[in-house]
């Protein structure tokens, strides 16, 4: 190639492009860079480069690289010779001479603003965040990519952290909007201040930041990073403790795209969110391989829902002072095409807590109303008992949808369909679960309370919730027989449902002598495996035929007499209401 090809290519290239020598004076310019200077190619010679930085940016920090590293990346404002500023990005290598002194520099720098609007959009927004004027998504993608390319190369480290405001829209909701804008942007001017002048700080969200630290960061950094950016701000007036939700990924740790690095960042601040706010946590890639498989395991069991995959199986409960069989408890089943028929704890754990927690409610709650109405063509009168997840209570449209089911089964009595909630259920929001209660009352609904005496406010429960029934839980009652300790719960269980005129249900009924023993103490409702295991609807009417013969069952009453000092009333306290 000849130099006059090389001189032409040199000068016509899109790029501003500059050769300086060593103390970074201009010894030849091409056309794209006087322009971008808004100067003559020949007033450009001999002018130092830094005149064109913004030294309030990154001019001594760029100095600080160049001691260090023959090359550097980074973005900065240039400054032309109207005293203009715009963003580029600069890649800057030194040429060293055949004895490795450092001899000349090679610039070329790229106009973010030009490259913006020669994109598929154009302005400023398209790159930048216009409250901040930082970088915004889009750009950071491009920086990250970049950045992650040259460190490749150069065998050097990153530091990806995704930095989330906490409780900001209380802050907002609180202060207003624009004393949330200020925040926002005197935490952004804070940040900035704290970082390397090669670190990329960008907005990704209203409060939320991604910070590309370049020379990589320990624990230390990070710890310190936190405590600086904790510091009060004063608004208008108002003083503000704002902390951060700090989530980092690291890079050749973490050896993935800048996507993928940014969406492994964001997981590990929303894990920092759940354990407490204001603390930083490192991305996990074994516990990013578990969260997918998760993921996966979920959309499995929605397309469960969805192809009719689930099915439910009902347990009977009985009366034990005359052997009636007073209802029955729904329960799910998974029939799997590959593992078979797989009980509640294979994937209710599994679902907890997210959206799918509500769509198999709904969907076992429509199950349950159509298995009544095609009982009640039978003749089969018996009500449905059926478990509401935490979630699923509380949810704002819960009763909503409750009635828009309850009126696609008119020919079910209302009165046939009964909700058991978790003793738990109410713990988080006491008043909303209790107003949500009301209202499904109000539609002829009745109560019972899952698993009583496992929480840890069981007697405000029995105070406040209005339930119909109590179940005592299968944990107690199973061991009651062999466990001083469980029988003292379920003793004090029947005591407190009692002065409360509560009528209760025992659960883990497992053989005739809990029977026995718990309608001594008062409790004449039951379920459990001495009666029967849950079983498909179509085997219910003949177990309903069986059951009558159970004369051990049936005639228990006449076989118990109550507990001394107690009068007979006692026990029919525990049927009030059925």
């Given at each position: 190639?000849?130099?006059a090809l090389?001189h032409?290519a040199?000068?016509?290239?899109?790029e501003?492009?500059?050769v300086?020598d060593?103390d970074?004076?201009v010894?030849?310019?091409?056309?794209?860079?006087a322009?971008?200077?808004r100067l003559?190619?020949a007033q450009?010679q001999?002018l130092?480069?830094?005149?064109?930085?913004d030294?309030?940016?990154?001019a001594?920090?760029?100095?600080e690289?160049l001691?260090?590293?023959?090359?550097?990346?980074?973005?900065?404002?240039?400054r032309?010779?109207?005293?203009?500023?715009a963003?580029?990005?600069?890649?800057?290598?030194?040429v060293?001479?055949?004895d490795?002194?450092?001899?000349?520099y090679?610039?070329?720098?790229?106009?973010?603003?030009?490259?913006?609007?020669?994109?598929r959009k154009?302005?400023?927004e398209?790159y930048f965040d216009?409250l901040?004027?930082l970088?915004n998504?889009?750009l950071l993608?491009?920086?990250?990519n970049e950045?992650?390319e040259?460190?490749?190369?150069?065998?050097?480290?990153?530091?990806?952290?995704?930095?989330?405001v906490d409780?900001?829209?209380?802050?907002?909701?609180?202060?207003?909007?624009?004393?949330?804008?200020?925040l926002?942007t005197?935490?952004?001017?804070?940040i900035s201040?704290?970082?390397?002048?090669?670190?990329?700080?960008?907005?990704i969200?209203?409060?939320?930041?991604?910070?590309l630290l370049?020379?990589?960061?320990?624990?230390e950094?990070?710890?310190w990073l936190?405590?600086?950016?904790?510091a009060?701000?004063?608004?208008?007036?108002i003083m503000?403790?704002?902390?951060?939700?700090?989530?980092?990924?690291?890079?050749?740790?973490?050896d993935?795209?800048?996507?993928?690095?940014?969406?492994?960042?964001?997981?590990?601040?929303?894990r920092?969110?759940?354990?407490?706010?204001n603390?930083?946590?490192?991305?996990?890639s074994?516990?990013?391989r578990?969260l997918?498989a998760?993921?996966?395991?979920?959309?499995?069991f929605?397309r469960?829902?969805t192809?009719?995959e689930l099915?439910?199986?009902?347990?009977?409960?009985?009366?034990?002072?005359d052997?009636?069989v007073?209802?029955l408890?729904?329960?799910v089943r998974w029939q799997h095409?590959?593992r078979?028929l797989l009980?509640?704890?294979?994937?209710l754990?599994?679902?907890?807590?997210?959206?799918?927690?509500?769509?198999?409610?709904?969907?076992?709650l429509?199950a349950a109303l159509?298995?009544?109405?095609?009982?009640?063509?039978?003749?089969?009168?018996?009500?449905i008992n059926?478990?509401?997840?935490p979630?699923?209570l509380?949810?704002?449209d819960?009763?909503?949808?409750l009635?828009l089911?309850?009126?696609?089964?008119?020919?079910?009595?209302?009165?046939?369909l009964?909700?058991?909630?978790?003793?738990s259920t109410a713990?988080s929001?006491l008043?909303a679960a209790l107003?949500?209660?009301?209202?499904?009352?109000?539609l002829?609904?009745d109560f019972a309370?899952?698993?009583?005496?496992?929480?840890?406010s069981?007697?405000?429960?029995?105070?406040?919730?209005?339930?119909?029934l109590?179940?005592?839980?299968?944990?107690f009652?199973?061991d009651m027989?062999?466990?001083?300790?469980?029988l003292?719960?379920?003793e004090?269980v029947?005591?407190?449902?009692?002065?409360f005129?509560?009528?209760?249900?025992?659960?883990g009924?497992?053989t005739?002598e809990?029977?026995?023993?718990?309608l001594a103490?008062?409790?004449?409702?039951a379920?459990?495996y001495?009666i029967?295991k849950?079983m498909p609807s179509?085997?219910?009417p003949a177990?309903?035929?069986?059951?009558?013969?159970?004369?051990?069952?049936?005639?228990?009453?006449?076989?118990v007499?109550?507990?001394s000092?107690?009068?007979?009333?006692s026990?029919?306290a525990?049927?009030?209401?059925?």
């Amino acid at each position: 190639m000849t130099a006059a090809l090389v001189h032409a290519a040199f000068q016509q290239a899109g790029e501003a492009m500059v050769v300086a020598d060593a103390d970074l004076k201009v010894l030849v310019a091409n056309t794209a860079f006087a322009e971008l200077a808004r100067l003559e190619a020949a007033q450009l010679q001999g002018l130092c480069l830094y005149k064109l930085v913004d030294e309030s940016c990154m001019a001594m920090d760029l100095r600080e690289m160049l001691r260090t590293s023959d090359q550097v990346k980074t973005e900065f404002m240039f400054r032309n010779h109207l005293g203009q500023s715009a963003p580029v990005l600069l890649s800057l290598s030194g040429v060293r001479d055949a004895d490795g002194k450092l001899s000349h520099y090679m610039m070329v720098i790229s106009d973010l603003m030009a490259l913006a609007a020669s994109g598929r959009k154009t302005g400023r927004e398209v790159y930048f965040d216009a409250l901040t004027g930082l970088p915004n998504r889009e750009l950071l993608g491009q920086l990250m990519n970049e950045s992650i390319e040259h460190a490749r190369r150069r065998g050097a480290q990153l530091a990806l952290c995704v930095l989330d405001v906490d409780h900001f829209k209380t802050i907002n909701d609180t202060h207003g909007q624009e004393i949330g804008d200020q925040l926002i942007t005197q935490l952004a001017h804070r940040i900035s201040h704290l970082v390397q002048g090669d670190d990329i700080l960008a907005r990704i969200g209203g409060d939320e930041f991604a910070l590309l630290l370049q020379q990589g960061a320990d624990e230390e950094t990070l710890a310190w990073l936190l405590n600086s950016i904790a510091a009060p701000l004063f608004l208008k007036g108002i003083m503000l403790k704002v902390t951060v939700s700090l989530g980092v990924a690291l890079y050749p740790q973490d050896d993935v795209e800048g996507d993928v690095l940014l969406r492994h960042a964001t997981q590990a601040m929303h894990r920092a969110k759940q354990q407490g706010r204001n603390i930083f946590h490192v991305f996990d890639s074994r516990f990013d391989r578990e969260l997918q498989a998760r993921e996966e395991q979920r959309r499995r069991f929605q397309r469960a829902i969805t192809d009719n995959e689930l099915c439910l199986h009902y347990q009977p409960q009985v009366d034990m002072l005359d052997g009636r069989v007073i209802g029955l408890e729904a329960l799910v089943r998974w029939q799997h095409p590959e593992r078979g028929l797989l009980p509640p704890g294979a994937f209710l754990p599994l679902i907890e807590g997210s959206s799918l927690d509500d769509r198999l409610g709904e969907w076992v709650l429509e199950a349950a109303l159509q298995q009544l109405e095609a009982w009640g063509q039978e003749g089969v009168n018996l009500p449905i008992n059926v478990n509401i997840s935490p979630s699923h209570l509380l949810s704002e449209d819960f009763v909503e949808r409750l009635t828009l089911m309850l009126s696609r089964h008119p020919e079910v009595p209302v009165t046939r369909l009964k909700l058991e909630i978790l003793e738990s259920t109410a713990l988080s929001d006491l008043p909303a679960a209790l107003e949500t209660m009301r209202r499904c009352q109000e539609l002829g609904i009745d109560f019972a309370i899952d698993d009583f005496g496992t929480g840890y406010s069981s007697l405000t429960h029995m105070r406040q919730l209005p339930v119909d029934l109590i179940k005592i839980d299968q944990s107690f009652v199973r061991d009651m027989l062999d466990d001083p300790g469980d029988l003292a719960i379920v003793e004090s269980v029947i005591f407190m449902a009692n002065r409360f005129k509560r009528p209760m249900l025992a659960e883990g009924v497992e053989t005739i002598e809990h029977a026995r023993r718990l309608l001594a103490l008062g409790c004449a409702q039951a379920q459990g495996y001495g009666i029967a295991k849950p079983m498909p609807s179509t085997d219910l009417p003949a177990w309903l035929s069986e059951w009558s013969e159970r004369h051990d069952w049936t005639a228990l009453a006449m076989q118990v007499m109550p507990p001394s000092g107690e009068s007979s009333t006692s026990s029919a306290a525990c049927r009030i209401g059925n």
